[in-house]
């Protein structure tokens, strides 16, 4: 299997190079209005947004900032196909400005644009991030009244595109082959994510992250797998580190990405030839916590009714026996991009078992 991974140096607000009805995904973190760090970003924009921030006119700032977006969410409605997805991972601000302390509900009013622009809201995903445990509160300390609660989560809001759902044709390969496990579906489906603990991060780079709305690699790659099938087109207006390009080159999708910084993608091409390790490593541990799911379950007393087709272990349901994963095997430039190779899990795994064979080395058994 082959997917291409296209990077556009270039403002999302115009989506130029993305043609309509083109897009089957869109998974972004933007930039969050309010937040300090982000200001001279929107100011480049619009200039009025300076303006309002120096007068100390929070909610005019914040209006203006969200208006640069929602031009990118508009966007989105040409590219993507009907009954496609758009998950949009988003903080809430805290901000003392113009004398007056507040909660900038960055969340509410990217709901409220989608809304308008036709998408459909659907549940929404809450993920709690790793916090300084000694700065739980903002405010007077131990006396109340005014003290203010930390916030702690960020939000994944995830919208369809019209109100139709995408329909496949009945069996699609395809489809089928991107199944998850039945236990991933429980903890992917769970509206709060409390797990997400960057144990699979070592693409990224901890200087760039500091400089772009960049997310753990778990949240896309999760999302990914949730809302897309093999063959689809992952589209990130607001690349960044290329977080959501690595989960897509890892997951076996296409992607498209467009970041205004070309340092982003300079840097990029520097970590590009770790994705085949870093995919091997990603879907090891996926069949790994199977088997470990498999074991615990059977140790309970549970049976199962399936076998999967593919793999040497039983499987909770129907629609999982046709899961089939694969591995980015190679990674080569191209004019605009990338060209990912992708290999079967289990042709890799019965290679490495042949090579410790002809070695001498006695292959481990697995579950069955």
């Not at 399936?306 to 191209?334: D, G, H, M, N, W």
């Amino acid at each position: 299997m082959e997917t291409s991974h296209r990077i556009v140096t270039g403002d999302a607000r115009s989506l130029s190079q993305v043609e309509d009805d083109s897009v089957e995904l869109v998974v972004t973190s933007p930039p969050y209005p309010m937040i300090e760090m982000w200001d001279d970003l929107f100011a480049d924009l619009d200039p009025e947004i300076a303006d309002h921030l120096d007068a100390g006119d929070g909610q005019a700032a914040f209006d203006r900032m969200h208006e640069q977006l929602e031009t990118v969410w508009t966007e989105l409605r040409r590219v993507l196909v009907d009954g496609g997805i758009a998950c949009v991972n988003v903080g809430d601000a805290t901000r003392k400005i113009g004398g007056s302390f507040r909660v900038f509900q960055n969340h509410s009013r990217v709901v409220s644009a989608f809304e308008e622009l036709g998408f459909e809201p659907l549940p929404e995903i809450l993920w709690r991030k790793p916090v300084n445990s000694g700065a739980k509160f903002m405010g007077s300390g131990m006396l109340p009244p005014n003290a203010y609660v930390t916030l702690e989560h960020e939000y994944i809001l995830v919208f369809r595109n019209g109100t139709d759902q995408r329909h496949f044709e009945p069996h699609s390969n395809r489809r089928y082959r991107s199944a998850y496990f039945w236990e991933e579906r429980n903890r992917w489906f769970s509206d709060v994510w409390t797990d997400i603990n960057g144990e699979l991060q070592s693409l990224e780079s901890d200087k760039l992250r500091e400089r772009s709305a960049a997310y753990p690699f778990e949240i896309p790659y999760r999302l990914i797998n949730m809302y897309s099938v093999y063959g689809d087109t992952v589209l990130d207006p607001f690349w960044g580190t290329g977080t959501t390009a690595l989960a897509a080159m890892v997951a076996g999708r296409n992607s498209i990405g467009y970041e205004l910084d070309e340092e982003f993608v300079d840097v990029f091409d520097e970590r590009i030839e770790r994705v085949p390790d870093h995919s091997r490593a990603v879907i090891e541990q996926r069949l790994d916590r199977h088997r470990e799911f498999v074991e615990t379950r059977r140790a309970d007393g549970e049976t199962f009714k399936y076998e999967a087709e593919r793999y040497e272990f039983p499987v909770t349901t129907k629609q999982e026996r046709q899961i089939q994963l694969y591995t980015a095997s190679s990674v080569t430039s191209t004019d605009d991009g990338y060209e990912v190779s992708h290999v079967p899990v289990e042709e890799v795994e019965r290679n490495r078992d042949d090579s410790r064979e002809a070695d001498g080395v006695k292959s481990p058994s697995h579950t069955s």
